[in-house]
C-alpha cells in the first residue's frame, strides 16, 4: 500500500507535466498567432499593392482616352481645314475660268460690232466671224478642261487630307488596361487546444509512475526516506 510521500510524488509529477504541456500549448499558440499576423500583415500590404495599381492603370487608360480624344479633334480641325482650303480654291479657278471666259466672249462681240459697224459684208467678213467663233470656242474647251484637271486634282488632294486625319487618328490607340487579380487571402492556422484527455491521461499515467517509483525506492530503504533507492525494484 503506498504511503503519502509515493502520492505525493505522483501528484507532483502529474502537475508539473500538465505545467509542461500548458507551456508548450502555450508557446505553440504564440507562434502561430505571431505567424497570422505577419500573413495578414502581408495580405494587407498586397491588397494596397493591388490597389494602387488597379489605380495606375485606370489613370493610364483615362489618359490615354485624353490623349486620343484631343488628338481626334486636331485631326478633324485640320481635315476641316484643308477642305475648306481646297474648296476655296476650286472656287477661285472657277471664278477665274468665267471670268476668263466673259472676256473672249466680250472680245467677239466686240470685235464682231466693229466689222457690222464698218457695213462690211460678204464671204470675207463671215470667214472672220466664223474664225472668230472657232477660236471662241477653242478657249471655252480650253478652259473648261483645264478647270476640269483642278477639280481632279483637288479631289485627289481631299482624298489625302483624309487619308492623313485617318493615320493621325489611328496612331493613338487605347490602352488595354491590365487586370489585376486581387491578393490570395492567406490561410490562417487554427490555435492548439490544451492537453485533452490524453494529455491528462499521460500526466496520470506519468504521476502513477512516479509515485510507484517512490514506493518502491521507500519499501527498499525499509520506510527510511533517507535510505530512498529510487532505483531499486521491489
Do not use: H
Not at 84 to 91: F, M
Amino acid at each position: 500500500m503506498c504511503g503519502p510521500i509515493p502520492i505525493v510524488m505522483g501528484v507532483l509529477s502529474a502537475g508539473l507535466s500538465i505545467m509542461q504541456q500548458n507551456a508548450a500549448v502555450r508557446a505553440q499558440n504564440a507562434q502561430i498567432e505571431f505567424e497570422n499576423q505577419v500573413a495578414e500583415q502581408e495580405y494587407q500590404y498586397n491588397v494596397l499593392q493591388t490597389e494602387a495599381t488597379r489605380t495606375g492603370e485606370e489613370q493610364q487608360k483615362q489618359l490615354q482616352e485624353d490623349l486620343i480624344e484631343q488628338n481626334t479633334f486636331l485631326a478633324n480641325t485640320a481635315y476641316e481645314n484643308d477642305i475648306a482650303q481646297l474648296n476655296l480654291q476650286l472656287q477661285q479657278e472657277q471664278a477665274a475660268a468665267g471670268q476668263a471666259k466673259r472676256e473672249a466672249q466680250k472680245d467677239f462681240l466686240r470685235g464682231r460690232g466693229e466689222v457690222i459697224a464698218d457695213g462690211r459684208v460678204g464671204n470675207t467678213v463671215n470667214n472672220l466671224i466664223a474664225d472668230w467663233r472657232r477660236q471662241q470656242a477653242q478657249f471655252d474647251y480650253i478652259t473648261n478642261r483645264n478647270l476640269a484637271f483642278t477639280g481632279q486634282q483637288i479631289q485627289q488632294r481631299k482624298k489625302g487630307a483624309g487619308a492623313d486625319r485617318a493615320s493621325r487618328i489611328a496612331s493613338q490607340q487605347p490602352y488595354l488596361e491590365r487586370t489585376i487579380l486581387d491578393p490570395m487571402k492567406p490561410i490562417k492556422r487554427g490555435k492548439v487546444s490544451g492537453p485533452g484527455f490524453l494529455g491528462l491521461l499521460n500526466a496520470g499515467l506519468s504521476g502513477a509512475q512516479a509515485g510507484f517509483t517512490a514506493s518502491s525506492g521507500i519499501s527498499a530503504g525499509q520506510g527510511d526516506v533517507t535510505k530512498w533507492n529510487p532505483w531499486s525494484k521491489a
